[in-house]
């Protein structure tokens, strides 16, 4: 079946410091792939997506690129902050299946002034 | 803005006290979620609905039920609360199937925070 694999966090990093959170799949066909976040006390929100191979999804200063030959979709920013603290989810659904996504298991990031 | 709206934010139970969790969209979506959170497990489905009336069961639905009789709204339903489900619940909502990329992004709600003591 359907699965995510997240790197375990938590991830702790200072301000202004390069954040990469990795995210791999395994999935039949060619789904589409989001990353989520989840910051303190609330629900979980779509941070990006992309829908095909080599597609970028970008967001708040946060990108994604879609790599099909890796299977994998990573997170990254190139200077995070204080208010970047939270928790991060990987997912992917299937393109005309149940429209139920995989989630990973998410990666806490804490980042210190 | 799409809304997802959990009447509860937070609640405090007895074991065996029959527990709802009510979940409002105001965006019109066939799909309805419930999930379950706890630390180190990441999300855990519960139930699913695509359409009024019709649910699927999740990956953990023991112990649960839930109702769909508008399509606005969802509900889950402990018939005897235990303290194994003190956890933090997620309503969330999609479109349904007709989407044409497929990328159904789900609208969480702010989550309800159950302990059973």
């Known amino acids: 079946g359907d699965s995510v694999t997240q790197m375990e966090g938590p991830v702790t990093l200072s301000e202004e410091a390069f954040l990469t959170i990795n995210c791999t799949y395994t999935a039949t066909g060619y789904p589409s792939l989001f990353w989520y976040v989840q910051y303190p006390g609330e629900g979980l929100q779509l941070l990006l997506k992309a829908t095909k191979a080599d597609d970028k999804g970008s967001n708040k200063g946060f990108e994604a690129t879609y790599r099909k030959e890796t299977t994998s979709f990573h997170l990254e920013k190139g200077s995070v902050q204080v208010s970047d603290s939270a928790v991060y989810f990987c997912a992917l659904m299937r393109t005309g299946g149940s429209y139920i996504p995989t989630f990973g298991r998410g990666t806490s990031l804490i980042v210190h002034p | 803005d799409v809304k997802v709206t959990q009447s509860s934010r937070y609640l405090v139970k007895r074991t065996g006290e029959k527990v709802f969790l009510e979940c409002v969209q105001d965006?019109?979506?066939?799909?309805m979620f419930w999930y379950r959170q706890d630390p180190g497990l990441g999300l855990r489905l519960i139930y699913f609905?695509?359409?009024?009336?019709?649910?699927e069961k999740g990956d953990i639905p023991e112990g649960y039920s839930v109702s769909r009789e508008k399509k606005e709204r969802f509900s889950l339903i402990l018939e005897s609360a235990s303290t194994n489900q003190t956890s933090m619940y997620l309503c969330?909502?999609?479109f349904g199937r007709g989407s044409p990329t497929g990328a159904n992004v789900l609208t969480f709600g702010a989550g309800s925070r159950l302990t059973v003591l």
């Open positions: 609905s695509y359409d009024v009336k019709m649910k």
């Open positions: 969330a909502s999609s």
């Open positions: 965006m019109d979506h066939e799909n």
